[in-house]
């Protein structure tokens, strides 16, 4: 399911790839453009169900209406040679086909929801390409979450892995990675809406990434060991806070990751603007 190079049978020597953590290769470079005209940098993951490959980022990424952030299209890098991470190459999408948005985002009765989700075409794809993607049983289910036995704990250690101003290894194109907190209860949806909180210190560009926690469980993926729990979206901030004496919180919302449970189904269908109606928006209550 997951578009991996086979690094036992790669000749040679230990390629690259084999020596950092998959998790680096899940991850994706996003920069929007109008037409050849660059927009904002931003960050993304890679996901499969069912053969399908899908790239994962934040809506606002894709179009932004309160600051009229309106792409055409966006790019992805994408790595290109095991042996050698400095090889890659770009990948271009139309963001809209015959008047349609390219994507599928989801809305639930709360409203919006910062998600979005779109196909990627697996014949574009050039050849040797190298990324590891997540799949659904990288996702937490609700009901172990509620339960108390998902091991996600309030204050677990969490990562965001992205690219923050655009900030990466220009060299081997690869992602930085923040330190979190779990800052609000997982399985619990953050004043009625579908995400909770992290404490994290994260800048504009990081929208779209992963957020994910180790997975150390006997079932864990070995290709991939970890579980994700939800997309980075932005900080979060008081309107009273006193600019003053007051600093940022320095909380950011991450959407849970089980709406693309949703976005991802098959026969799924969106209206024009690519909305997908989501009963609770997640599975979360």
Known sequence: MVLMCARTHLPGPTPAAAVIDSL??????????????????????????????????SRHVLI???SKHHPNRIEIELHTDA???????GLSMLLFADGKSCWRQ??????????AVIELDRSALPAGVLLSAFTPAHLVEAGSAQDGHSGVEVGSSLLIVGFPLGFHDTLHHLP???QAALATAFGLRFQGEGYFLTDARTHRGTSGAPVVM?????????????????????????????????????LNMAWYADILMTLTAPG????????????????LS
């Open 106 to 115: 989801g809305r639930d009765a709360a409203g919006e929801i910062d998600v």
């Open 176 to 178: 930085v990675v923040r």
């Open 64 to 66: 932004d209406e309160p």
């Open 83 to 89: 042996a050698d991470l400095g090889k890659s190459t």
């Open 214 to 250: 180790r997975d150390t469980g006997a079932g864990a993926d070995p290709a991939l060991p970890w579980k994700l729990l939800g997309v980075h979206s932005g900080r979060l901030d008081m309107k009273t806070r006193d600019l003053v004496q007051d600093e940022s919180l320095g």
């Open 24 to 57: 680096l290769l899940a991850a994706a470079r996003i920069g929007t453009f109008e037409h050849d005209r660059g927009l904002t940098n931003a960050s993304g993951f890679f996901f499969v169900r069912d053969e399908r490959l899908f790239l994962v980022t």
């Open 268 to 283: 799924t269908v969106s209206n024009m603007d690519g909305v997908v109606e989501a009963a609770g928006g997640s599975d």
